[in-house]
C-alpha cells in the first residue's frame, strides 16, 4: 500500500510568520486619502426684535423677487406680521384692516392669538405708529402655483377725505396649492384722517 506522505510540521509556524510580516509591511506603505472635508454654511441671522416696517439691507434681494405694487407715498410693510403663521391668515384671510395706532394694533394681535389655531403665540413686532403713520393691510386667499398682486389704481379724494386703493389678486398655475398672499402697507401721516380703503378684484 502506498501513502502519500504528509509535510513536516515544523515548517507551518515560520510560513505563517513570514506572511503576516509582509501583510504589515504592504499595510504601512498603503496610502488611504482622507475624506474631503465640505465646509458648514454660513447659519442664517434670525431676525431683529425691532424690525421697525422698513425692509433691511440684507432682504433686498427677497424683496426684489416678492415686490409688490406701491402707489407713490405707501411703503411696503409686509414684515410687520411676517410671523403670522399660515393658518390664522386664512382664517381672516380677505378682510381689510386699517390700524390706526398702538391700541389697535395691539388688539390686532390678541385677535390672532385669540384664534388658537398657531401652534405658539405669534411673534410681535413693533410699528412705530408716534408719527401719525396707519398701519392697513389684508391677505388675498386662492389656488394656484403662485400668486401676486397687481396695482390697479389708488384714488385720493381730499374733497371726502377718501383713499382707495384697488388690487388685483391674480393666481397663476393649475397646482392645487392653497395661496395666502400678504400685502400690507404703511400710510403716510397725511392720510391719517382719510377712510383708507383697499379693494381687491379677481
Known sequence: MIRRRQPAATFRPLLLGLLLAGLLL??????????????SPAPTPLPTDDPGWAPAATETAIAAALAVPLPDGLADARRVHGRICFEAAYEVRDQVFVLRDALA?????????ALNVCRRPVQRFPFDFSQGHLL?????????????H????????????????????????DCNYELLRPYWVAVPPELAAYDFQIEIVR
Open 26 to 39: 504592504t499595510g504601512c506603505n498603503l496610502n488611504f486619502d482622507a475624506p474631503a472635508v465640505v465646509p
Open 105 to 113: 394694533h395691539i388688539r390686532f394681535y390678541n385677535d390672532i392669538d
Open 150 to 173: 397687481e396695482l390697479i389704481e389708488a384714488v385720493r379724494d381730499d374733497a371726502a377725505q377718501v383713499y382707495r386703493l384697488r388690487l388685483r389678486f391674480v393666481t397663476e398655475g
Open 136 to 148: 392697513a393691510g389684508l391677505w388675498s386667499y386662492g389656488y394656484g402655483c403662485k400668486a401676486r
